[in-house]
Every structure is written in C-alpha cells, then in structure tokens.
C-alpha cells in the first residue's frame, strides 16, 4: 500500500487525524526533505524510518521502492508543504503502483491552490491550474496562450520572480486585468494583496518579498 499524504503548508495544525494515525504504523516515510519533514514528524511523535524522496532520486529508486510495496510494505509519501503530486514528486511512483496493481491510497489535505483561489474573490467555477511557468523555454508561447484563456489561472511563484512575472502578466494580459497574490498562507504573515495586475505588480515592487507565493489571475472577458 502506498499513502498519499498531504502535509499542512504552513500551520503544523493543518493535519488531518486520520494522516497521524498512518504515519504512525506504516513502514517507511519517503519525504522530499528529511529535515523539513522531521519537524512536523517529530511535532506529532511520530518515529518511522524516513528516507529522501525527491526530484533529483525519483527515477533511480523508483524500482526498488516498488519491490518493497510488492513485498508487502507500507509506505507513506510527504512532501514538504502541500499534497505530493501538485508541483511535487509522486507521479512517477503512483504510476509504477497502478502498474504493479499495488494499492495507491491519496487523503484529502492542505494544497496551496484551493485557499488561494477561494481569497482571490475571482469566480472559481471554472478554473485551470498552471503551477510555476517554465523559467525560460516555452514560458513565452505558454503567455501568449494563455492571454485567450478565459478562466480563472492559479499559478505558483519564487518570491525572487514574482515581480518580474507579474510584469509579464500586464505585457501578455493587460494592465487591467484583475488578479490575487496570495503570500505565506496560513502562515503568521499570511498576506492575500488583490487588484489589477498593474496595482498589484507597484506594491510588490516596492518591498521585499518572502514566502511561499500563489497567484490568482483572471481570465480573458473580452
């Protein structure tokens, strides 16, 4: 069996019983960072095996870790914030289980999108998610594409490039083009700034800018 299990993006009480329990009698943790994923592990008394699970080793254990499920352990995969999967390792193993006919159990749980939408104050039902944007190849054709999308756009940012894409955004999207920065959800410093994305580009460029970062934008009315 295998346990996709959502981890809380920011506040350690954002956890579910039902993922503590899990966590708690299943074999092995496979984590994205270790030492992130002790802290909420060692937070809620929870003493398995963990081993790194991330971008970078994905393809080289993915084998190995699905003979130890066809053996018949239990393991269970976090990342750092959020549910494996979105912008996270996890496709590449729950693929290899859906091949092998081994169980693949997601729980529901905390993901930066959903909250970030419902503070937008954008309409939300209908909606596409794009995750980060290439950094440098394809990034121009996908904002020309998406200048005709006419739903509502979540996106996620580096705080080191947030202003520069909100720049972008007025090129390919228009100046008026309203939209949500939503910053450090559930976090102490939880900030959600909303207007056009011109209004919302000039604040952040006057600050520095830290966190985790979600951004809603509207899509095309015209």
């Known amino acids: 069996m295998l346990y996709i299990i959502p981890t809380p993006i920011g506040n350690l009480a954002d956890i579910s019983f039902r ?7 299943v074999d092995l943790i496979l984590a ?3 030492r992130t994923s002790s802290v909420l ?12 699970y991330h971008q970078h080793n994905e393809h080289k254990i993915v084998a190995h ?21 979105i912008s996270d ?45 290439p950094i440098k190849k ?13 739903r509502t756009m979540v996106f996620y940012e580096s705080p080191m490039r947030l202003v520069k894409t909100l720049y972008e955004f007025i090129q390919y999207f228009g100046a ?19 207007g056009s994305l011109t209004k919302v580009h000039d604040y952040f ?3 520095p800018v830290k966190g985790e970062i979600a951004i809603v934008v509207e899509g095309n009315k015209s």
């Open 19 to 25: 993922a503590i329990d899990i966590l708690k009698n």
């Open 32 to 34: 994205e960072d270790t």
């Open 41 to 52: 592990l060692n937070h809620y008394q929870v003493q398995k095996p963990i081993s790194p």
């Open 65 to 85: 870790l699905t003979e130890q499920l066809i053996a018949g352990k239990k393991i269970a995969l976090l990342t750092d914030a959020g549910t494996p999967g």
């Open 89 to 133: 390792p996890a496709f590449l193993l729950v693929r290899a289980c859906v091949k092998n006919n081994i169980e693949v159990q997601c729980l529901p749980g905390a993901t930066a999108f959903v909250p970030a939408l419902v503070n937008s104050g954008l309409p939300i039902n209908r909606f596409c998610f794009e995750g980060f944007l």
């Open 138 to 150: 394809g990034r121009q054709t996908l904002l020309k594409k998406l200048a005709d999308e006419d």
């Open 176 to 194: 008026e083009r309203q939209c949500c920065v939503c910053r450090e959800l559930t976090k102490k410093f939880e900030e959600n700034k909303r």
């Open 205 to 207: 460029n006057t600050k």
